[in-house]
């Protein structure tokens, strides 16, 4: 089962990445620890497509035929998407560069706090998971710990999304 295998390495790599164990993902997911194990382990013969996207979902995965989208000529960068998605309620967006420089350092900027602690709360995985992949490409930071930086920030703003504790 290819799709398994392939699924299998990317929920590793990405629990990995994250600073997740399995366990905490297990949690998070809905699934069982010993299901997380045996797929990372391919010791998995099965997996329904619910419980599939389920887990893909809490990673910031999708599950599609066709692959991941890339970025068109016309499409906003994942830190511009994440800026827009953080004021949804406050107006003003969080700037693209202020939200870079604050995933790069840890500084929280004062005028921006609302849309740092709603872009860390609120934003869909698949959001912050792009945002972690374009700091690597454009900056040379591993996304590891570009979640370990927004899993700080959001201890630091006392988030309560589940995955930040």
Do not use: F
Request: glycine residues 8%; positive net charge; hydrophobic residues 40%.
């Amino acid at each position: 089962m290819p799709i398994l295998h392939e699924l299998a390495a990317n929920v590793k790599t990405k629990r990995s990445v994250m600073g997740l164990s399995q366990e905490r993902l297990a949690e998070l997911s809905g699934l069982s620890r010993a299901t997380i194990n045996a797929l990372e382990g391919g010791r998995l013969d099965n997996l329904s497509l619910t419980r599939a996207e389920r887990l893909a979902n809490t990673l910031g995965l999708g599950l599609g035929v066709t692959g991941t989208r890339t970025k068109g000529a016309g499409d906003a960068s994942a830190l511009e998407t994440a800026s827009m998605s953080s004021s949804i309620s406050y107006g003003e967006p969080i700037p693209p560069e202020v939200l870079r420089h604050s995933l790069l350092t840890g500084a929280i900027p004062p005028k921006h706090i609302a849309q740092l602690r709603a872009l860390l709360d609120e934003s869909p995985l698949t959001v912050l998971s792009a945002v972690a992949e374009q700091i690597e490409r454009e900056d040379g930071v591993r996304s590891r710990s570009t979640w370990q930086r927004m899993r700080q920030l959001a201890v630091a703003l006392a988030c309560s999304r589940s995955i930040w504790t």
